[in-house]
């Protein structure tokens, strides 16, 4: 079992920046890869980025050169650091790991959530 808690979502005026994080507890080594997921009201949810274990990131096109996701393994942490922000980005902001227990048993865990606003 993953556990994983956002925090640092909040309002931020266009063009601020905001870093969120994600801790994760429970069976940490078993994650293979994390990300960060959003959802604005009316849409489906879609990926920001995403990091592997062994470092690879991948960014949705259209936050690239504007977030960054990173991690902390000694913290059990991942970051986005959002740059730049626009009032579209205005979502709430999941994060999710994908396990693989004991290398045989798949699993994706999310995160309660974390609300961005970003106003004008």
């Known amino acids: 079992q993953v556990q994983l808690v956002e925090s640092g979502g909040g309002l931020v005026q266009a063009g601020g920046s905001l870093r969120l994080s994600c801790a994760a507890s429970g069976s940490i080594f078993s994650i293979k890869a994390m990300g960060w997921y959003r959802q604005a009201p009316g849409k489906q949810r879609e990926l920001v980025a995403t990091?592997?274990?062994?470092?690879?990131?991948n960014y949705a096109n259209s936050v690239k050169g504007r977030f960054t996701i990173s991690r902390d393994d000694g913290k059990n942490t991942v970051y986005l650091q959002m740059n730049t922000l626009k009032t579209e980005n205005t979502a709430v902001y999941y994060c999710r790991a994908d396990s693989l227990l004991d290398g045989k048993y798949p699993n994706i865990y999310w995160g309660q959530g974390t609300q961005v606003t970003v106003s004008s």
């Open positions: 990091i592997t274990s062994g470092g690879v990131t």
